[in-house]
C-alpha cells in the first residue's frame, strides 16, 4: 500500500505578510488551501460553516492547522451579509470557495443551492468591495460548461445549466463578472475540473469506488460509467487557485484549471482495480444516475490559457494521485459508509 501524503515543511513565501480569507475552509479543497496558505507565509482566517459540534470541517483533522499560530478560525454563514462583512474586513486577498456543490441534492433542494451559492456569493463580492481587498479569487466549477460542445473545452465554450447546480454556479460566476466591470473589482475567477485526493467524501466518484472496494464488496453501485471526466488531482488544484491569486493578469478573467486529460468512469473504475489488486462486479445503481438531459457526458480541460496567464500546469498524473487517495481512504476508513449513497 503506498504511503499516505505528506505535506512539505514549507513553501515559497508568496503571501509573507498578508491576511488571506478562505471561504468554505472546512471543504475538501478548503482544507488543502488553507494548509498551503500557512505555509507560505498567510495569516489565514478560515471561514467555515456555523454548527452547533464546534467542527471545523477538515481542519479539525489538518496536519498543521490546529497548531499552526497563524490561523484564525470563524464560524458563520456566506447568507448571511453582515456576517461576510465582518469576516472579510482588514483581509487582502479572499478565496471564496464556500458552497453547495453535490448535484444530485441540487435536484432535491434548489432553493437552498440559490441562497448559497448566488446569493452567499452575492455577499462575498460585496464585502469585497466594501472593505476594499487587493484580489479576490472566486470558484466556479467545469460542470458550468455542460455536456461539451468541443474538447478540450477553453473559456470561450458557451455555459450550459444543465443542473440546478450547475445554473447557481453560472450565476455566480456571471456576478464576480459583474462586479469586475461595473465596480472595478479586482476578481479572478477559477474554473476547476474535476478535483479529487485524500479528504474528498464519499459524494465524488473516486472516493466512492475506493471506499466500497475497500470495504470488501464483491459488487460496487455506481451510476452512468460513460461521462468523460479531466480528474485533477487537489495539489494540482490548490496551486491552480495560487497562481490565480498571484497572477496580476488573471483580474476580470475566468481562468480553467484541469489536467487536460479525461477518462471514462468505467476506465477509472478498471484503474482502481488494478492498483488495488482486485475484481468486482459493477451494478449501475438507478438512484445514482442523473436525469438523461442533465448529464454532463465529457469533460476535458483546455488549460492553454492558465499557462499563459499564470504559469500553472498540472504537475501530478492520475495514478500517482490515485495512490495517495487510496492511502488516505485507506487509513481512514471510519470517515467513509460504503454502504449508503451520499447525496
Known amino acids: 500500500m503506498p504511503k499516505a501524503t505528506t505535506i512539505p515543511d514549507a513553501f515559497p513565501p508568496e503571501f509573507a505578510g498578508q491576511k488571506v480569507l ?144 450547475a445554473a447557481t454556479k453560472i450565476a455566480a460566476d456571471k456576478l464576480a463578472e459583474s462586479y469586475f466591470c461595473s465596480f472595478d473589482l479586482p476578481v479572478a475567477t477559477i474554473r476547476p475540473f474535476n478535483t479529487f485526493g485524500p479528504r474528498q467524501s464519499a459524494r465524488a466518484v473516486i472516493p466512492t469506488i475506493i471506499s466500497q472496494i475497500l470495504a470488501g464488496r464483491k459488487s460496487i453501485a455506481l451510476g452512468s460509467l460513460s461521462p468523460v471526466r479531466d480528474f485533477t488531482y487537489v495539489k494540482d488544484t490548490v496551486e491552480g487557485f495560487i497562481a490565480v491569486a498571484k497572477a496580476p493578469a488573471s483580474v476580470g478573467q475566468v481562468v480553467n484549471v484541469g489536467s487536460g486529460a479525461g477518462v471514462t468512469i468505467g476506465a477509472l473504475v478498471a484503474m482502481i482495480q488494478q492498483h488495488l489488486g482486485t475484481s468486482v462486479e459493477i451494478v449501475e445503481d438507478q438512484a445514482r444516475v442523473r436525469p438523461g438531459n442533465s448529464e454532463v457526458m465529457n469533460l476535458i480541460c483546455g488549460n492553454a490559457k492558465a499557462a499563459d496567464l499564470t504559469g500553472w500546469r498540472p504537475r501530478y498524473d492520475l495514478p500517482t494521485g490515485l495512490a495517495e487517495t487510496i492511502a488516505f481512504i485507506s487509513a481512514n476508513q471510519d470517515q467513509y459508509k460504503p454502504h449508503v449513497y451520499n447525496v
Open 22 to 165: 478562505v471561504t468554505g475552509a472546512g471543504g475538501f479543497v478548503g482544507s488543502h488551501l488553507v494548509e498551503r496558505l500557512l505555509l507560505s507565509g498567510a495569516k489565514v482566517r478560515a471561514f467555515v460553516h456555523y454548527n452547533s459540534r464546534g467542527s471545523w470541517g477538515h481542519l479539525d483533522r489538518s496536519p498543521i492547522a490546529l497548531d499552526h499560530d497563524g490561523l484564525e478560525v470563524v464560524a458563520g454563514d456566506i447568507r448571511d451579509p453582515f456576517m461576510m462583512r465582518s469576516a472579510v474586513a482588514d483581509c487582502d486577498v479572499v478565496f471564496h470557495l464556500a458552497a453547495l456543490i453535490a448535484i444530485p441534492f441540487s435536484y432535491i433542494a434548489p432553493q437552498s443551492y440559490v441562497e448559497t451559492n448566488i446569493t452567499g456569493t452575492l455577499n462575498v463580492l460585496e464585502a469585497c468591495r466594501s472593505c476594499g481587498v487587493s484580489k479576490m479569487v472566486h470558484t466556479s466549477t467545469s460542470e458550468t460548461y455542460g455536456t461539451a460542445r468541443y474538447v478540450p473545452i477553453d473559456e470561450a465554450h458557451p455555459l450550459q445549466g444543465q443542473s440546478p447546480y
